[in-house]
């Protein structure tokens, strides 16, 4: 289980990374795109901890979450283009 | 029937003489309508003749008293009580109350009349009542009836008197609360609200500090109502009511239910220091202060209202005095007031009424040739005057006979007998400018004829009453005795006599009817050396500034909240809340140790993630950004209800963060790109508050979870739960088996939010859409082209969402799923659908969303109503169908899912339109009354 340890901090890690680049920008874009990238960042955070808790319905929620996740990033870019599409 | 406590004699006779009244008044109504004007004639019918029943029951040796039960768990009943202070104030109120009654159906124009009437016979009834009272309660309820009474009788007489009768309401309703304050005392103290027994109560002697508070609080009530410094504002002001009003509330009957207060209370509070204190004190300076004002009025109204004030401040002095003799002379000249001072202002009436005018300075260029009047109008100012052979003299020299013999030290009734005798002679002055005033005129304009008989019959009636009693005094005596014994409390015998020998009253009457007759001689050299004589401030001043002070403070105290911005409210809360933190933690000594592990190592990544996305979003400067961390924070928290076991929490959480950005994002393009920069002045207060709630809460929460086992409830939904319900998932089974009621709750509220987006955004129209600045040339530009990879995506997971609603629907029972997670998810298709058409109006997604919210609830209640099949409301139902179980659970959540795609639906259809700014579009106030799907659809 170690392994899976190390790699939640890591990928903890590059949550907070993206984080950062969230909060600086310096574009609207940058964030949206940062924001995309942490989602799926914790979208791994849950699969890691769905093994380390051995829960039998981390699937359930990796599924849903990957089917409707990116519907975030569709709306991000609609916010950029103020609407239009 | 009413149950008849007690009754001396007579078939309760004064409260059928209260109830006459009353019956009257209610009969003035259609009387004034049909006999206009001349319904005065025969409303001073029952006036007289309750009267006569009064002085025919009365008897000096006892007085009667009869009760009748009305509030017995408060221990009020309604107690009427006739002695002989009550049967002179009785007749007073009820004699000058027929002859203004009489004079109105001269005095008033011709029309209806009914509003006068009635309230003028209410307030005879209310007066009556008050002083025939022998209940306290019933005293104030009857003093409350007269001040609203006049209230509206002085309103009644236009624009111009409401300000006026506001003053008067405000300042008598003061007063009115002290009274109140002084029946509660009272009846605290003494354990009774029977007036007679509260009299004759121990406490009085035996508890100073009870005696010394009801004789403040009495003084107060009595001042405020009988126009005394510092109350004496709202008297003069009140004489834009009309003549009769003036003369039998202002004069005769209202203003002397004060004094009636001080000559009842007499008894109780004589010896205490207080009460003479301020009875003398306030006496003499309103006595004084009354006659200077009036000798600079040229508006004879006007005069005669100070006049009021003066001599009520005399009768005050006298009752502060309390001996014996004084509270006779007060009885006496409490009579003499009643007469002289209504036949004034009644014929002041009739001057007014007659000649236009009742401006001494107008009245100076007419020649009234009014010989009945004039003669009357004499008598009645020399009885104010003081002058034998009348019933002011007597009066005024009882009074002076009284201040020379009073008690305590001598420099007091020497001071107390010049500073009224100064009054005095202003009294005699000021009298003698309303005869030389009203008919010195050189008839230099017109002449004014006498007026009709009918007219100045009931005040000629009154002024010379006042010359029959001066010259035959002891026809008052059995009146004037049994009166004063009341005020004295033990049996008095008075002989009213016009000669008392030579004495020292006898000179100070005679000093003060010289320099009088001086100073009248002499009036014109000395009214200017008057007029310039003035006050640094009025006393309306006073009570206007103490108004605009009490509405400035409330209009500050109000703006300290009175602010639309949620900052205050929502700080208001969060200070709340560390406060009690603060007294939470002086009981951490009482807190059970924590049970078994609360963290793991693993969390700190949790709390780093959340903490990250908090201080991010705190610090985001563009709406963008802000929605992009505060779905940093919504995953992280999707990924702690996980870790926590919460796989349904954590997949509704994740379903509803993303809905959220998805409407959020509706929302964001009509808003500015960034947010408004706050101040730093404003920043650090919210800061400290919210960094101190968010200690209080984190401290909350880490002292009050975690310290126990798991609780009987969640035992019982472990252990039996599966058993009782056939579903496994424990959640769910919460949500629509055992605790169905709160899911119904929640898809009512879901529903009745899509409801409010619709009428919101139908009765008024959304910001514009804000144009971002685009390329057109660039091949980016097509939005046809550049959905193709959405809709393109659409085409597989469109179906995919679909068939993954259902199954979340149908397994919900047993695994992760169920209604909700089922319906954000086909909520999430539809929003896939939104984003992925080409165009705005292809994005509208046609269902009848309010249908959808409708049917939703609907099929929710109606699965309930079902359950009282087997037993009661939300009870579910097990069936099979083709050997599978089911449960009407199922059904359930069918609803529960209609019910918030409905919402979802409504979200992007209502905040997904296309309005950009500057664009013509057909939004118009009819669109408010159409229906909102077809006015939706046809756009």
Redesign the interface.
Known sequence: MIGV?VA??IL?LA??VS?YR??V?PS?AD??N??DL??FG?IG??AL??V??E?P?TY??L???T???F??A???A???????? | MLPLLRNDRGPLLLLACVLTIFLSSAAAAPLGKWLGRSAGWLLALPLLAVAAILVSQFSAESALTQTVSWMPTLGVDLALRLDGLSLLFALLVLVIGAAVMFYSAKYLGKGKQSSFYVLMTLFAAAMLLLVLADNVVVLFVAWEATTLCSFFLISRSGTHAQEPAIRTLLVTAAGGLSLLAAVVTMSVVTGTTQLSEILVSSAWSDNSTFATTVAALLAVAAFTKSAQFPFQAWLPDSMVAITPVSAYLHAAAMVKAGIYLLLRFSPALDGVMLWHVLLITSGVITALIGAIAALRRYDLKELLAYSTISQLGLLVTMIGVGTEYALTAAVVHTAAHALFKSALFLFVGVIDHDAGTRDIRELATMRLNMPVTKVAVTLAALSMAGVPPLLGFISKESMFTAFLDAPGPAWIGVSVTVLTAIAAVFTFVYSGRIVFGAFGGDGSQRTVPEASPLFWGPPAFTAAAGLVFGLVPHLLDPLASAAASSAVGSEVHTHLALWHGINAALFVSLAVLTTGAVLVAYRTRLEPLVTRLRFPFSALDVVDATRAGIIETGVRLGKLSGTTSPRLHLAIPAVVVSLIAVYGATHLHTLPPIVGETSRPLDWVLVILVAAGTIATVRAQTRISAAVVTGVVGFSMTLWFFTLGAADVALTQLLVEILTLCVMVLLLRRLPRRFSVEPVRKRIPAAVIAISAGLATTFGVWALTGRRDLSPAAQYYLQEGEQTTGGANIVNTILVDFRAFDTLGELSVLGIAGVAIAALLTSRKPVAIRSADLDEDSPLADSRQNTVFVRSITRWVGPLVVIMSVILLLRGHQEPGGGFIAALIGGAGFTLLYLAAPSDTAARIRLPYLSLIGAGVVIGTGTGLLGYLEGSFLTPIHFYIFEMHFTTALIFDVGVYLSVVGVILAALNLLGRQHRLGQQHAWTSDHDTTDKNEEVSSR
């Open positions: 340890d939640i901090v903890a949550c907070l984080t969230i909060l920008g609207e964030r949206a940062a924001g942490l989602f914790i955070l849950i901890f769905g380390r808790a829960s319905f359930d929620i599924i849903v979450a089917l409707v996740g519907l975030s569709i709306s991000l609609r916010a950029l283009t103020r609407g239009k599409r």
